[in-house]
């Protein structure tokens, strides 16, 4: 079965830092892959995207994204930290082929990132 | 255009009552998939629903439901709550799960539910 794994569930960084948050999963076959993050009492909101094609992916608030096949991982990152990025951020797949798997986002854990002034 | 709604926003509901949640998604959009969202199980897939039917399922159990309607909006009903209902569920909308390009889902605010 596919499975997501976001590796630390809370990363702390300085204000203006490098924003690095891991995400790795399980499937011969790349599945779509997408970045969500979650401010309190809150939905949603959609990051970015990767279907196919090219390998880094740019999303809203400066996120962006890299596609590794070999080593199945689709890690976040972002190079400059900014206090209202201070979230939970979750990775999500959605897995490829037959008709059991429509609609179905698997998602991590999360990670909640927290940033210091 | 507006984005996916639900309603109502917060519920308390005793053990072994019922509850129906609603959720509008995105104008023009047909797919509504509903999670469950708790501390200790993460953000869980409950269903799907394309144009009124009922797609795909995930590992709940019958007490779960739900439904489509015409007009694409969808209702999910818990029956005989438990206190573990306790949760926010979440609904999403997307234009076509199945299209590479279109299949990335919108989320609403969410339901908090809380089972006492």
């Known amino acids: 079965a596919q499975s997501v794994t976001q590796l630390g569930s809370h990363v702390s960084v300085s204000e203006g830092a490098l924003v690095l948050l891991r995400c790795n999963y399980s499937s011969s076959v790349p599945p779509y892959l997408f970045w969500y993050v979650q401010y309190p009492n809150q939905g949603l909101q959609l990051l970015l995207k990767y279907t196919t094609g090219a390998t880094l992916v740019k999303g809203i608030n400066g996120f962006e994204a890299e596609f590794k096949k070999s080593e199945t991982s689709f890690h976040l990152t972002k190079p400059s930290a900014h206090m209202s990025d201070a979230a939970e951020y979750f990775c999500?797949?959605?897995?490829?082929?037959?008709?059991?798997?429509?609609?179905?986002?698997?998602f991590g854990q999360g990670t909640t990132l927290q940033v210091k002034p | 255009k507006a984005g996916v709604t639900q309603t109502p926003r917060y519920l308390i509901k005793t053990r072994g009552q019922q509850v129906t949640l609603s959720c509008s998604p995105i104008?023009?959009?047909?797919?509504v998939s509903w999670y469950q969202q708790t501390p200790g199980q993460g953000l869980q897939f409950l269903f799907e629903?394309?144009?009124?039917?009922?797609?795909n399922k995930g590992n709940f159990p019958g007490r779960f439901s739900g439904r489509q309607f015409s007009n694409s909006r969808s209702e999910m009903n818990v029956s005989t709550l438990e206190l573990g209902d306790s949760a926010l569920y979440l609904c999403?909308?997307?234009?076509?799960?199945?299209?590479?390009?279109?299949?990335?889902?919108?989320f609403g605010p969410g339901t908090r539910l809380t089972v006492t």
């Open positions: 999403a909308s997307s234009l076509d799960p199945q299209a590479p390009l279109q299949n990335e889902q919108y």
């Open positions: 104008s023009g959009h047909r797919s």
């Open positions: 629903y394309f144009s009124e039917t009922q797609r």
């Open positions: 999500a797949v959605i897995p490829l082929g037959g008709s059991s798997n429509t609609g179905k986002l698997i």
